[in-house]
């Protein structure tokens, strides 16, 4: 865990960092780069990088099962909070598409209660999963006004 989870972060900040230099490299000449396109499309991973980013940055707390970000899925192994070890979720957080977009991410989440020694499915309160999805949003906004006003 502790050497996938640095790696998947290199890659994403490389692939940020790519596109901040390949904007900064268009300003060389007499055109301006859109800032439309630096702000939407960054997608050098497959994804919006932003989008990426965010959610690596908000399923930290967890172990990674998966990373893959061609393809825009995390998935992360079971984690119980120590506070309360008689509950675990696992997250799965999918990015659709190279737009940083609301309707561009879809975020998963799965719940078990330790129950008779084993763990039991227990159902998870939509507005948890809503709540994950916001905080990625707002992160993902975050970095890319981060990004422009460099």
Known sequence: MSLIQPAIRR????ALASA????LAACGGRERPEADLAAAQVNTIGVNSYLWRAALET?????LLQADSAG???VTDW????????ERVKVTV???DTDLRADALR???SRQVAQGGGWVDAPVQAATVQKLED???TKARELRRQTLAS
């Open 135 to 137: 905080i990625i949003l």
């Open 107 to 109: 975020v998963a989440a």
């Open 20 to 23: 901040v230099l390949a904007t």
């Open 11 to 14: 890659t994403a900040q490389f």
């Open 72 to 74: 825009g899925v995390i």
């Open 94 to 96: 999918t990015i659709l």
């Open 59 to 63: 399923v930290s707390f967890a172990p």
């Open 79 to 86: 984690y119980a909070n120590p506070t309360n070890p008689n």
